[in-house]
């Protein structure tokens, strides 16, 4: 039973550019979150996705953005990088009849580097 | 807004001490607590969780107690191993997205 994935590990962009972080949830889960975690601090909650909606989001500016597919599959975007965007991007997946949308399991992450 | 607030580290204990992380909540309503690991170069492993008052969660010999009159769900272990090095993050959510605490990072030394 394959956990949940994220493509790629590493990233390295400069200011201003644009990129793309890429989640597959858990078997048997519908319901995607995304999290940010800056270097020594806990995650920060972006945006949460089921049923192809954005369902909840958290305070982050409209730079940032995402998709659901329709296999339950996301991807996370964020438009005109910043310094300040470097971090540890975490997605976590979640089932309302399997443990619960409030029970989310994590993926290893994506280190993104903005130089 | 909730919040969530654990002990700072680092905590640095010899193999086989006992081991207590500290953790309080604040919320509307009676959200589900979870304590989160994160290991080197990885992302978070669901410890354990608990989605009620007085509820106990265990796992891999680590325990906590949903405590409502002090918000609190403080992280146990009786005999830590080296391979317990991680960091540590304590967690409140339910209707509400998870809001996490800072992190305790924990060093085990033989």
């Known amino acids: 039973d394959a956990g949940v994935t994220q493509s790629p590990t590493h990233l390295i962009k400069t200011r201003g550019q644009q990129v793309t972080l890429r989640c597959s949830p858990k078997s048997g889960h519908d319901t995607v979150s995304w999290y940010q975690q800056a270097l020594g601090q806990g995650p920060q909650f972006i945006f949460q996705y089921y049923e192809e909606e954005e369902r909840q989001r958290g305070n982050f500016p409209d730079r940032f953005s995402g998709h659901q597919f329709p296999n339950y599959s996301s991807e996370l975007n964020v438009n005109a990088l910043l310094l300040g965007d470097s971090a540890l991007y975490l997605c976590?997946?979640?089932?309302?009849?399997?443990?619960?949308?409030?029970?989310?399991?994590f993926g290893p992450g994506t280190r993104l580097l903005v130089l | 807004g909730n919040s969530v607030t654990q002990m700072e580290g680092p905590v640095t204990l010899s193999e086989e001490a006992f081991l207590t992380i500290n953790c309080t909540y604040t919320a509307t309503g009676y959200p589900s607590l979870f304590w989160y690991v994160q290991y080197p170069g990885e992302g978070l492993q669901l410890l354990l969780k608990?989605?009620?008052?007085?509820d106990k969660g265990s796992n891999k010999g680590f325990e906590a107690t949903y405590r409502k009159e002090t918000t609190s769900f403080h992280l146990e272990k009786g005999s830590v191993q080296v391979s317990d090095s991680a960091v540590y993050f304590c967690?409140?959510?339910?209707?509400?997205?998870?809001?996490f605490g800072k992190g305790t990072r924990l060093s085990v030394i033989a």
């Open positions: 608990a989605t009620k008052a007085d």
């Open positions: 967690a409140s959510g339910g209707n509400t997205p998870l809001v």
């Open positions: 976590a997946s979640s089932s309302p009849i399997l443990g619960g949308r409030e029970t989310q399991y």
